[in-house]
């Protein structure tokens, strides 16, 4: 389905509303389902969330895959809060939550640069035994990046390699990113250095050339 039968799906269901019951003729749910996949590639979270609530005022209702669509065009736009209420409703909707839905979620958040949000996102994972991803950690890692905020971007690393998941080069690269970010650089170093990252083979990564390119960015940055 194309962008344009996406919108033109949703403005059917918006002007079908009006009608009686018997001259309505609603979309199935696969028909629904791609429209909602392609507003997410195209980050039309508007038109992604009306349709879901239309689809909720008039039918078909919708699944989780659904609302996990909807999350991703959220995402996609750094629209954290509409994200979120999505991801929330879904219990109330008899709807399963799942990694992806909470991947999204945190994605959206990493975005729009709420590390707080992404964080407490991470626990409810791990309160409701959601099972997180490589992806879920890099995500989370990554709103701590984009929110300046280098702590929590070691203890997610710390988290992962003691309990999982083991973080993936893309987590490692955001944390690194956040550290570069801090103020003193060469006291963060450290930390990587004691979680044994040097001795881990880590694809595309060559840490002995990140560790001293951090040194020497602390240098500079302190004169």
Partial sequence: MSRSKARELAAMLADSSSLG???RRLP???????AL???AGAREWQNATALLEEM???G????ATCLNAGIGACARAAAWQAALSLLEVMPTAGLERNYIS?????TACARARHWEVSLQLLNAMEENQIASSPATLGAAVSACERGSHWPGALHLLDEGWQKGPEPNVLALSAAMNACGQGQSVESQVGPFSSCGLSQRNLPGINCE???SECSEFSKRWTR
Wanted: hydrophobic fraction near 30%.
């Fill in 56 to 58: 909720w005022r008039q």
């Fill in 28 to 34: 199935s749910l696969p028909r629904c389902t791609s």
């Fill in 102 to 106: 909470f991947n999204a979620t945190i």
């Fill in 21 to 23: 019951s018997r001259d």
């Fill in 37 to 39: 996949r392609q507003m």
């Fill in 209 to 211: 050339i990140t560790f």
């Fill in 60 to 63: 078909p209702w919708p699944d």
